[in-house]
Protein backbone atom coordinates (compact mmCIF):
# COMPACT_ATOMS: atom_id res chain seq x y z
CA UNK A 1 0.00 0.00 0.00
CA UNK A 2 2.87 2.16 0.68
CA UNK A 3 4.62 1.79 -2.49
CA UNK A 4 2.32 4.04 -3.78
CA UNK A 5 3.07 7.12 -1.21
CA UNK A 6 6.98 6.72 -2.45
CA UNK A 7 5.72 7.49 -6.08
CA UNK A 8 3.50 10.60 -5.14
CA UNK A 9 6.78 11.77 -2.81
CA UNK A 10 9.25 10.90 -5.89
CA UNK A 11 6.69 12.78 -8.26
CA UNK A 12 6.63 15.92 -5.64
CA UNK A 13 10.38 15.86 -5.59
CA UNK A 14 10.74 15.94 -9.58
CA UNK A 15 8.00 18.64 -10.51
CA UNK A 16 9.99 20.56 -7.26
CA UNK A 17 13.20 20.47 -9.20
CA UNK A 18 11.53 21.20 -13.01
CA UNK A 19 10.02 24.03 -10.88
CA UNK A 20 13.33 25.33 -9.59
CA UNK A 21 14.98 24.69 -12.84
CA UNK A 22 12.48 27.11 -14.42
CA UNK A 23 12.62 29.92 -12.10
CA UNK A 24 16.66 29.87 -12.47
CA UNK A 25 15.64 30.48 -16.34
CA UNK A 26 13.28 33.35 -15.55
CA UNK A 27 15.63 34.97 -13.27
CA UNK A 28 18.43 35.22 -16.05
CA UNK A 29 16.18 36.26 -18.85
CA UNK A 30 18.44 39.16 -18.84
CA UNK A 31 21.79 37.78 -18.02
CA UNK A 32 23.56 38.69 -21.45
CA UNK A 33 24.79 34.97 -22.96
CA UNK A 34 22.84 32.63 -20.89
CA UNK A 35 21.79 29.45 -21.55
CA UNK A 36 18.07 28.12 -20.53
CA UNK A 37 18.50 25.15 -18.86
CA UNK A 38 16.14 22.06 -19.22
CA UNK A 39 15.28 19.70 -16.25
CA UNK A 40 15.02 15.93 -17.26
CA UNK A 41 13.13 13.54 -15.44
CA UNK A 42 13.73 9.51 -15.86
CA UNK A 43 11.40 6.54 -14.49
CA UNK A 44 12.65 4.27 -11.77
CA UNK A 45 12.69 0.58 -13.29
CA UNK A 46 9.63 -1.03 -13.98
CA UNK A 47 8.42 -4.07 -11.61
CA UNK A 48 7.31 -7.28 -13.05
CA UNK A 49 4.37 -7.97 -10.61
CA UNK A 50 3.76 -12.01 -10.26
CA UNK A 51 2.00 -14.71 -8.33
CA UNK A 52 3.53 -16.17 -5.58
CA UNK A 53 0.80 -18.25 -4.02
CA UNK A 54 -2.80 -19.56 -5.48
CA UNK A 55 -3.89 -20.44 -8.91
CA UNK A 56 -1.36 -23.18 -8.76
CA UNK A 57 -2.74 -24.88 -11.96
CA UNK A 58 -1.94 -21.48 -13.94
CA UNK A 59 0.55 -21.46 -16.40
CA UNK A 60 1.05 -17.62 -16.69
CA UNK A 61 1.56 -16.69 -13.51
CA UNK A 62 2.65 -12.62 -14.51
CA UNK A 63 0.32 -9.91 -12.97
CA UNK A 64 1.83 -7.03 -14.94
CA UNK A 65 5.07 -4.38 -14.67
CA UNK A 66 4.00 -2.09 -11.80
CA UNK A 67 5.86 1.81 -12.77
CA UNK A 68 7.62 2.81 -9.52
CA UNK A 69 7.76 6.43 -9.94
CA UNK A 70 9.90 9.14 -11.57
CA UNK A 71 13.02 11.13 -10.54
CA UNK A 72 14.93 14.35 -11.83
CA UNK A 73 17.95 12.68 -13.26
CA UNK A 74 19.99 16.13 -14.38
CA UNK A 75 19.56 19.92 -15.88
CA UNK A 76 21.06 20.06 -19.20
CA UNK A 77 21.75 23.24 -20.51
CA UNK A 78 20.40 24.01 -24.24
CA UNK A 79 23.96 25.48 -26.00
CA UNK A 80 22.17 27.35 -29.06
CA UNK A 81 22.83 30.56 -30.71
CA UNK A 82 21.15 33.42 -28.61
CA UNK A 83 19.83 36.95 -30.69
CA UNK A 84 21.99 38.97 -30.93
CA UNK A 85 21.48 42.83 -30.55
CA UNK A 86 23.00 45.80 -31.38
CA UNK A 87 24.55 48.08 -28.15
CA UNK A 88 26.73 50.36 -30.14
CA UNK A 89 29.49 50.23 -26.71
CA UNK A 90 32.83 49.32 -27.74
CA UNK A 91 33.28 47.29 -24.80
CA UNK A 92 30.81 44.90 -25.97
CA UNK A 93 31.04 41.81 -28.07
CA UNK A 94 28.98 39.06 -29.27
CA UNK A 95 29.81 35.23 -30.58
CA UNK A 96 27.84 34.44 -33.90
CA UNK A 97 28.98 31.08 -35.11
CA UNK A 98 26.96 28.36 -37.49
CA UNK A 99 29.26 25.41 -38.16
CA UNK A 100 28.04 22.61 -39.56
CA UNK A 101 28.87 19.17 -39.75
CA UNK A 102 29.68 16.95 -42.46
CA UNK A 103 27.30 14.06 -42.56
CA UNK A 104 28.68 10.71 -43.57
CA UNK A 105 25.84 9.97 -46.14
CA UNK A 106 26.50 13.43 -47.63
CA UNK A 107 25.64 16.69 -47.24
CA UNK A 108 25.54 18.11 -43.36
CA UNK A 109 23.63 17.05 -40.35
CA UNK A 110 20.47 18.98 -39.85
CA UNK A 111 19.65 20.30 -36.37
CA UNK A 112 17.06 20.73 -34.66
CA UNK A 113 16.38 23.85 -32.52
CA UNK A 114 17.94 22.33 -29.46
CA UNK A 115 21.14 22.16 -31.33
CA UNK A 116 21.40 18.47 -31.68
CA UNK A 117 20.49 15.46 -34.56
CA UNK A 118 19.46 12.25 -34.42
CA UNK A 119 21.12 9.36 -37.10
CA UNK A 120 19.63 6.33 -38.22
CA UNK A 121 22.12 4.38 -36.16
CA UNK A 122 20.83 6.16 -32.94
CA UNK A 123 23.58 8.24 -32.38
CA UNK A 124 23.44 11.97 -31.47
CA UNK A 125 25.36 14.56 -32.81
CA UNK A 126 25.38 17.69 -31.01
CA UNK A 127 26.42 21.39 -32.83
CA UNK A 128 29.36 22.62 -32.16
CA UNK A 129 29.57 25.90 -30.05
CA UNK A 130 32.07 28.82 -29.75
CA UNK A 131 33.08 30.09 -26.66
CA UNK A 132 35.26 32.79 -25.15
CA UNK A 133 38.16 31.99 -23.07
CA UNK A 134 38.21 33.42 -19.54
CA UNK A 135 40.39 32.49 -16.39
CA UNK A 136 38.33 31.07 -13.77
CA UNK A 137 38.81 31.87 -10.36
CA UNK A 138 41.01 29.08 -9.79
CA UNK A 139 43.60 30.21 -12.51
CA UNK A 140 42.65 27.54 -15.07
CA UNK A 141 40.43 28.44 -18.36
CA UNK A 142 36.88 28.76 -18.58
CA UNK A 143 34.55 29.19 -21.27
CA UNK A 144 31.69 32.12 -21.25
CA UNK A 145 29.31 33.33 -24.13
CA UNK A 146 28.95 36.50 -21.99
CA UNK A 147 30.53 39.38 -24.28
CA UNK A 148 29.45 42.25 -21.58
CA UNK A 149 33.23 43.47 -21.53
CA UNK A 150 35.35 46.63 -19.85
CA UNK A 151 38.91 47.81 -18.99
CA UNK A 152 39.55 47.65 -15.48
CA UNK A 153 41.94 50.60 -14.24
CA UNK A 154 45.13 48.70 -14.96
CA UNK A 155 44.01 48.18 -18.79
CA UNK A 156 42.86 44.64 -18.56
CA UNK A 157 40.50 43.71 -20.42
CA UNK A 158 37.75 41.47 -18.47
CA UNK A 159 34.15 40.23 -17.85
CA UNK A 160 30.97 41.44 -16.22
CA UNK A 161 32.46 39.09 -12.96
CA UNK A 162 36.07 40.77 -13.50
CA UNK A 163 37.23 37.58 -14.73
CA UNK A 164 40.14 37.83 -17.28
CA UNK A 165 39.92 38.02 -21.01
CA UNK A 166 42.19 35.38 -22.15
CA UNK A 167 43.80 36.02 -25.71
CA UNK A 168 44.65 33.42 -28.50
CA UNK A 169 48.38 32.94 -26.20
CA UNK A 170 46.51 31.75 -23.35
CA UNK A 171 47.56 35.40 -21.59
CA UNK A 172 45.29 38.13 -20.00
CA UNK A 173 44.46 40.77 -22.98
CA UNK A 174 46.05 43.96 -21.47
CA UNK A 175 45.05 47.58 -23.57
CA UNK A 176 46.00 51.01 -22.76
CA UNK A 177 43.08 53.89 -22.69
CA UNK A 178 39.59 53.06 -23.48
CA UNK A 179 38.03 50.40 -26.18
CA UNK A 180 37.02 53.35 -27.98
CA UNK A 181 40.14 53.30 -29.47
CA UNK A 182 40.01 49.96 -30.42
CA UNK A 183 38.25 47.74 -33.44
CA UNK A 184 37.38 44.23 -32.96
CA UNK A 185 37.91 42.06 -36.38
CA UNK A 186 35.29 39.21 -36.92
CA UNK A 187 38.02 37.29 -36.04
CA UNK A 188 38.72 38.43 -32.57
CA UNK A 189 41.96 40.54 -33.79
CA UNK A 190 42.26 43.94 -31.74
CA UNK A 191 43.76 46.85 -33.61
CA UNK A 192 44.66 50.45 -32.24
CA UNK A 193 42.36 52.66 -34.37
CA UNK A 194 45.27 55.31 -34.01
CA UNK A 195 48.58 53.30 -35.12
CA UNK A 196 46.30 50.43 -37.48
CA UNK A 197 48.42 47.71 -35.22
CA UNK A 198 47.02 44.84 -34.13
CA UNK A 199 47.26 44.61 -29.90
CA UNK A 200 46.18 40.64 -29.49
CA UNK A 201 43.77 38.50 -30.23
CA UNK A 202 40.86 37.46 -28.39
CA UNK A 203 40.91 33.69 -27.20
CA UNK A 204 38.21 31.58 -28.68
CA UNK A 205 37.70 27.76 -27.78
CA UNK A 206 35.52 25.79 -29.87
CA UNK A 207 33.24 22.52 -28.46
CA UNK A 208 32.94 19.92 -30.64
CA UNK A 209 30.71 18.48 -27.86
CA UNK A 210 28.91 21.62 -25.74
CA UNK A 211 27.13 19.28 -23.80
CA UNK A 212 30.31 17.77 -21.83
CA UNK A 213 30.89 21.22 -20.30
CA UNK A 214 29.61 22.07 -16.75
CA UNK A 215 27.85 24.87 -15.40
CA UNK A 216 30.61 26.33 -13.40
CA UNK A 217 28.34 29.98 -12.08
CA UNK A 218 29.18 33.49 -13.23
CA UNK A 219 28.27 32.47 -16.71
CA UNK A 220 31.29 30.46 -16.97
CA UNK A 221 31.31 26.81 -18.22
CA UNK A 222 34.65 24.52 -17.63
CA UNK A 223 35.32 20.55 -19.04
CA UNK A 224 34.53 18.78 -15.87
CA UNK A 225 35.97 15.28 -17.59
CA UNK A 226 38.92 15.72 -20.09
CA UNK A 227 38.07 15.10 -23.33
CA UNK A 228 33.95 15.01 -22.65
CA UNK A 229 33.78 18.82 -24.50
CA UNK A 230 36.34 17.58 -27.71
CA UNK A 231 37.55 21.20 -26.87
CA UNK A 232 39.77 22.83 -29.69
CA UNK A 233 41.29 26.26 -30.52
CA UNK A 234 39.04 28.41 -33.14
CA UNK A 235 40.28 28.39 -36.78
CA UNK A 236 39.55 30.95 -39.49
CA UNK A 237 38.30 28.08 -40.96
CA UNK A 238 35.17 28.29 -38.74
CA UNK A 239 32.25 30.05 -39.37
CA UNK A 240 32.80 32.42 -35.99
CA UNK A 241 32.06 36.36 -36.04
CA UNK A 242 33.29 38.21 -33.38
CA UNK A 243 30.61 41.41 -33.42
CA UNK A 244 32.18 44.59 -31.67
CA UNK A 245 28.92 46.67 -30.29
CA UNK A 246 26.74 43.80 -30.13
CA UNK A 247 25.62 41.22 -27.47
CA UNK A 248 24.30 38.12 -27.19
CA UNK A 249 21.16 38.02 -25.18
CA UNK A 250 19.38 34.70 -23.13
CA UNK A 251 18.12 31.92 -24.81
CA UNK A 252 14.97 31.61 -22.22
CA UNK A 253 12.20 31.61 -23.71
CA UNK A 254 10.14 33.39 -21.57
CA UNK A 255 5.94 32.15 -22.58
CA UNK A 256 7.40 28.82 -22.95
CA UNK A 257 8.40 28.82 -18.85
CA UNK A 258 5.67 30.65 -17.38
CA UNK A 259 4.03 27.59 -19.26
CA UNK A 260 6.37 24.95 -17.99
CA UNK A 261 5.93 26.78 -14.10
CA UNK A 262 2.40 26.47 -13.90
CA UNK A 263 2.60 22.69 -15.16
CA UNK A 264 5.25 21.83 -12.68
CA UNK A 265 2.80 23.50 -10.26
CA UNK A 266 -0.26 21.52 -11.37
CA UNK A 267 1.91 18.15 -11.49
CA UNK A 268 3.15 19.23 -7.84
CA UNK A 269 -0.86 19.40 -6.72
CA UNK A 270 -1.60 16.60 -7.94
CA UNK A 271 0.90 14.46 -6.31
CA UNK A 272 0.31 16.23 -3.20
CA UNK A 273 -3.25 15.21 -3.43
CA UNK A 274 -2.19 11.47 -3.90
CA UNK A 275 -0.08 11.76 -0.73
CA UNK A 276 -2.88 13.13 1.10
CA UNK A 277 -5.49 10.53 0.15
CA UNK A 278 -2.77 7.85 1.37
CA UNK A 279 -2.54 9.66 4.78
CA UNK A 280 -6.06 9.34 4.79
CA UNK A 281 -6.27 5.45 4.03
CA UNK A 282 -4.00 4.91 6.72
CA UNK A 283 -5.90 7.20 9.49
CA UNK A 284 -8.79 4.82 8.69
CA UNK A 285 -6.59 1.94 9.05
CA UNK A 286 -5.13 3.14 12.19
CA UNK A 287 -8.23 4.38 13.83
CA UNK A 288 -11.34 2.67 12.59
CA UNK A 289 -10.47 -0.49 10.89
CA UNK A 290 -7.66 -1.39 13.18
CA UNK A 291 -10.71 -0.97 16.61
CA UNK A 292 -12.81 -3.97 15.09
Avoid at 65 to 87: C, H, P, R, W, Y
Avoid at 149 to 166: A, E, I, P, Y
Avoid at 249 to 271: F, G, I, K, P
Amino acid sequence: MLRGLYTATAGMMTQQRRHDTVTQNIANLNTTGYKQVESTARSFPEVMVALQNGDEGRDNRQVGKLNTGVFAEESISMMVQGDVTETLSSDDLALVSDMQVVNPQGGNVVFDASGKAIQANGDIIYKPQAFFNVENPQGGVSYTRDGDLHLSSDGRLVTSMNRNVLGQDGQPIVLTGSMDDYWVRENGTIFNKATGAASGRVGITVAEQANGLTRDGEGLFTEKTQGAASLRAATDADQIDVKQGHLERSTVDAAQSMVDMTAALRAYEANQKVVQFYDKSLEKAVNEVGRV
